[in-house]
């Protein structure tokens, strides 16, 4: 089966510019996370899906971020306006369920906010 | 509140040496453990994962892992390490949400 594919794999931006990213889960995956990497520490959630309302969101800094799943499939990140401190890996994941059904991981966005 | 402690944030190792990677968890639920590989510019793909049953798990690329209930600990070992398994490895829990530890390194040496 296809993996998550998620685009673009670099992205390098100045702060206060906006930047999005995007998300195509696994093919009927109803849960789709996205997690933000800092460089050196393991990955933290910050919003999750079941189809396409958000089950998770109090992680999601809501004044810069924001995030859609339209139609319960693919789904959108975006910052606006960027940090410094937002320079990370965004990963996008997805699961037929979560729990026992375990989680498929794309390759990741890395950003850098210059 | 759940969490995941990974005790050891780097773990140099030779080739071909034994290692064991330390996780503990905190959580008064039930939970759900895994552990999970990123090789470098790549995402995390799963090694094993600790669902109920045996607490002995067992894994890909020769990985195995142990659930301690009373310790609350999930350890990762391989008997024998490879160049290749130069990585980072990351300790994880499930209730209602994944929740990842800080990492380890595993840096395999000649």
């Known amino acids: 089966e296809a993996g998550v594919a998620q685009s673009p794999r670099y992205k390098i931006i100045e702060k206060r510019q906006s930047v999005a990213f995007w998300c195509n889960p696994i093919?009927?995956?109803?849960?789709l996370y996205w997690y933000q990497q800092i460089l050196g520490q393991g990955p933290k959630l910050l919003i999750q899906?079941?189809?396409?309302?958000?089950?998770?969101d109090s992680q999601l800094p809501k004044d810069r971020f924001s995030a859609e799943r339209l139609k319960g499939v693919d789904s959108t990140l975006k910052i606006q306006p960027a940090k410094l401190e937002d320079s990370a890996v965004y990963l996008c994941?997805?699961?037929f369920g979560g729990g026992s059904y375990g989680y498929t991981f794309g390759s990741g966005t890395r950003l850098t906010v210059v | 509140a759940q969490s995941v402690t990974q005790l050891d944030s780097q773990v140099p190792v030779f080739e071909e040496a034994p290692v064991e990677l330390r996780c503990n968890y905190s959580s008064s639920v039930s939970v759900y453990l895994f552990w999970y590989v990123q090789y470098p510019n790549q995402g995390l793909q799963l090694l094993l994962k600790y669902l109920s049953g045996s607490t002995l798990v067992k894994g890909i690329n020769g990985f195995e892992a142990e659930f301690n209930k009373s310790q609350t600990s999930f350890h990762l070992r391989k008997p024998s390490v490879h160049i290749s398994d130069t990585a980072e490895y990351f300790c994880?829990?499930?209730?209602?949400?994944?929740?990842f530890g800080t990492g380890t390194r595993l840096q395999v040496f000649p």
């Open positions: 994880a829990l499930n209730t209602d949400k994944l929740i």
């Open positions: 899906f079941q189809n396409n309302g958000v089950v998770d």
């Open positions: 994941a997805s699961s």
């Open positions: 093919s009927g995956h109803a849960t």
